[in-house]
């Protein structure tokens, strides 16, 4: 989930990012899923609140989109569910927040469950001289050095095309929904 009020304060390229329909920001939502697993979203049924913040309602942004906050209810490739909520327009506490609940486990912050000893090893490798962490945690460097590496080594990114698209066409296809007061529609698969 990722909640970040007074978005349209945020710098950002000709203001893109005022009135962005919440579901079509999947960096900080359903890419940790994606990123994670592998898998993918098949379906989704996703809900729209319509924002009292004036330049998040549809007469007053490029996207004509009333919603402020969007939360997504989708079905995955392994046949689970996870929910998506993302929110431009609702003060308090910020960030971006991920959380698996599973039969064999939860994880949030810290790994519990009866499989604890098996929990893989987490590292970061460390990134070439002079490149900075970035932002998210240090995402930025990472993802960055990542792709370049993958180019001079001639292999495929972990992030390919394919990964990209399942965690963008997904939140697509919820505002969607969204617009629809939440019918239930199927979601595009993509493969390499």
């Known amino acids: 989930e990722y909640y970040h009020a007074s ?40 809900m729209g609140i319509p924002s009292k913040e004036r330049l998040l309602q549809a007469a007053n942004n490029r996207y004509r989109n009333p919603f402020g906050t969007e939360v997504a209810l989708l079905r995955t490739s392994e046949g689970g569910m996870a929910r998506m909520a993302v929110s ?34 987490i590292s970061r490798p460390p990134l070439p001289p002079g490149v900075q962490a970035g932002g998210h945690g240090g995402s ?28 963008t066409v997904a939140g697509i296809v919820a505002h969607q929904s969204a617009l629809r007061d939440g019918e239930l529609l199927k979601i595009p698969q993509y493969k390499i």
Request: proline share 7%; net charge negative; hydrophobic share 30%.
């Open 88 to 121: 431009w327009d609702t003060p308090g506490d910020h960030g971006e927040r991920g959380r698996i609940r599973g039969q064999k486990g939860t994880f949030y912050g810290k790994f519990e469950g009866p499989q604890a000893e098996q929990q893989a090893a």
């Open 140 to 167: 930025h460097g990472q993802l960055m050095n990542e792709f370049v590496t993958a180019i001079l080594e001639e292999r495929p990114p972990l992030v390919d095309i394919a990964q990209a698209l399942n965690m």
């Open 7 to 46: 978005v349209e304060q945020i710098d950002s390229y000709q203001g893109w990012r005022i009135g962005l329909p919440p579901q079509w920001y999947p960096t900080h939502s359903n890419a940790y899923y994606t990123g994670v697993t592998g898998g993918s979203f098949t379906e989704v049924s996703c």
